[in-house]
T-cell receptor
Framework: GQQLNQSPQSMFIQEGEDVSMNCTSSSIFNTWLWYKQEPGEGPVLLIALYKAGELTSNGRLTAQFGITRKDSFLNISASIPSDVGIYFC???????????FGTGTSLTVIP | EADIYQTPRYLVIGTGKKITLECSQT?????MYWYQQDPGMELHLIHY???????EKGDLSSESTVSRIRTEHFPLTLESARPSHTSQYLC???????????FGQGTRLTVV
């Protein structure tokens, strides 16, 4: 299957700091999705992106669909303790019915 | 809010038992998926379905089977559970090729 690489793999930040993470693929996608997962729960959809260059916000979260269509970025502003979790990107091409997940970024926010 | 449900949430069973994990969605989504995930690790696709009577194996080899007799229901069956099957199983669904995918809460399976 497709391999999506997320970086960084983990982050330890102080409350109030901004966070940036990205996801890259060797293939072109026409949809990018960002999820947050807390321990013992299923992933929860945060943001969906459908067009190259698109910039979409959801509260303190902002995600962008890369111009090359092979990457996407997620930013969290003014982090708070409840932002703790694992953030996954997922990409979907128009050639198949599958969508592929990144390796995840584990976020820890220190009060 | 997503209307996709998995049961049970937690299951502890003995080796060799047959089990079925349930997944149901009320959104009328055609496409449904099963993922296996170890704690803190990435998701691995084990089965997916395009619609009723269509099922495909995913990238991760699995000893499980699935069926899709009704649009809203996509159960996963393990004929003979083994300790190596201990993991979290996540079900997801989406409406169309570019549609957003929604997940259930997962089933945490432990085989002893």
């Amino acid at each position: 299957g497709q391999q999506l690489n997320q970086s960084p793999q983990s982050m330890f930040i102080q409350e109030g700091e901004d966070v940036s993470m990205n996801c890259t693929s060797s293939s072109i996608f026409n949809t990018w999705l960002w999820y947050k997962q807390e321990p013992g729960e299923g992933p929860v959809l945060l943001i969906a992106l459908y067009k190259a260059g698109e910039l979409t916000s959801n509260g303190r979260l902002t995600a962008q669909f890369g111009i090359t269509r092979k990457d996407s970025f997620l930013n969290i502003s003014a982090s708070i303790p409840s932002d703790v979790g694992i953030y996954f990107c997922a990409g979907c091409s128009n050639t198949g019915n599958q969508f592929y997940f990144g390796t995840g970024t584990s976020l820890t926010v220190i009060p | 809010e997503a209307d996709i449900y998995q049961t049970p949430r937690y299951l502890v069973i003995g080796t060799g038992k047959k089990i079925t994990l349930e997944c149901s969605q009320t959104m009328g989504h055609d496409k449904m998926y099963w993922y296996q995930q170890d704690p803190g690790m990435e998701l691995h696709l084990i089965h997916y379905s395009y619609g009723v009577n269509s099922t495909e194996k995913g990238d991760l080899s699995s000893e499980s089977t699935v069926s899709r007799i009704r649009t809203e229901h996509f159960p996963l069956t393990l004929e003979s559970a083994r300790p190596s099957h201990t993991s979290q199983y996540l079900c997801a669904s989406r409406l169309r090729d570019r549609g957003r995918a929604f997940f259930g809460q997962g089933t945490r399976l432990t085989v002893v």
